[in-house]
T-cell receptor, first 112, second 114 residues
Framework: GEDVEQSLFLSVREGDSSVINCTYTDSSSTYLYWYKQEPGAGLQLLTYIFSNMDMKQDQRLTVLLNKKDKHLSLRIADTQTGDSAIYFCAEREAGGYNKLIFGAGTRLAVHP | ETGVTQSPTHLIKTRGQQVTLRCSSQSGHNTVSWYQQALGQGPQFIFQYYREEENGRGNFPPRFSGLQFPNYSSELNVNALELDDSALYLC?????????????FGPGTRLTVL
């Protein structure tokens, strides 16, 4: 069945890089996403990657996709305190509509 | 261009009651999806509406129903509320043109069922 898994918690020092990992099961997923959720807020799309890509870079964000292992990662360079939030990995289910399947989220804590 | 808005922000109901949550899509968007996010979990897909028709549904019972209006605003209705329905309800709108279409999420409605 469909499942997206993430580690629940990550703590990093300000200025270091953060790497958040995700595994998914649906090999037919077309797009994979990273969303950010701050306390009391909705979801903010950070970046996405199409399933035929291996890597995508967007300013401080780097997404790596390993389709063979169904592994997705998000690297945040020079992590800042403002990056503290919950990060969700999501896959778009293959099919005619735009259903997203989310992981449980990784809480990123950035400390001085 | 206005973003996705939802109302109310917070809501408290009791078991067995009915609730209606509202979503105003981003201007020009023809598709709206609803998600339920229980505490400490990721959002779960409830259903999607495209041009006023439901065109996809997740693993939710029929007491979860919805409407999409000609102006692409939307409602989520939940009947016979249960304690487990307590969650943050998120709507997301998008413009479906085939291929990639970004979903823009609203801030959510936090529903508490007592």
């Amino acid at each position: 069945g469909e499942d997206v898994e993430q580690s629940l918690f990550l703590s990093v020092r300000e200025g270091d890089s953060s790497v958040i990992n995700c595994t998914y099961t649906d090999s037919s997923s077309t797009y994979l996403y990273w969303y950010k959720q701050e306390p009391g807020a909705g979801l903010q799309l950070l970046t996405y990657i199409f399933s035929n890509m291996d890597m995508k870079q967007d300013q401080r964000l780097t997404v790596l996709l390993n389709k063979k292992d169904k592994h997705l990662s998000l690297r945040i360079a020079d992590t800042q305190t403002g990056d503290s939030a919950i990060y969700f990995c999501a896959e778009r289910e293959a099919g005619g509509y735009n259903k997203l399947i989310f992981g449980a989220g990784t809480r990123l804590a950035v400390h001085p | 261009e206005t973003g996705v808005t939802q109302s109310p922000t917070h809501l408290i109901k009791t078991r067995g009651q009915q609730v209606t949550l509202r979503c105003s899509s981003q201007s020009g968007h023809n598709t709206v999806s609803w998600y339920q996010q229980a505490l400490g979990q990721g959002p779960q897909f409830i259903f999607q509406y495209y041009r006023e028709e439901e065109n996809g549904r997740g693993n939710f019972p029929p007491r979860f129903s919805g409407l999409q209006f000609p102006n692409y605003s939307s409602e989520l209705n939940v009947n016979a509320l249960e304690l487990d329905d307590s969650a943050l309800y998120l709507c997301a709108s998008s413009l479906d043109r085939g291929g990639y279409n970004e979903q823009f999420f609203g801030p959510g409605t936090r529903l508490t069922v007592l």
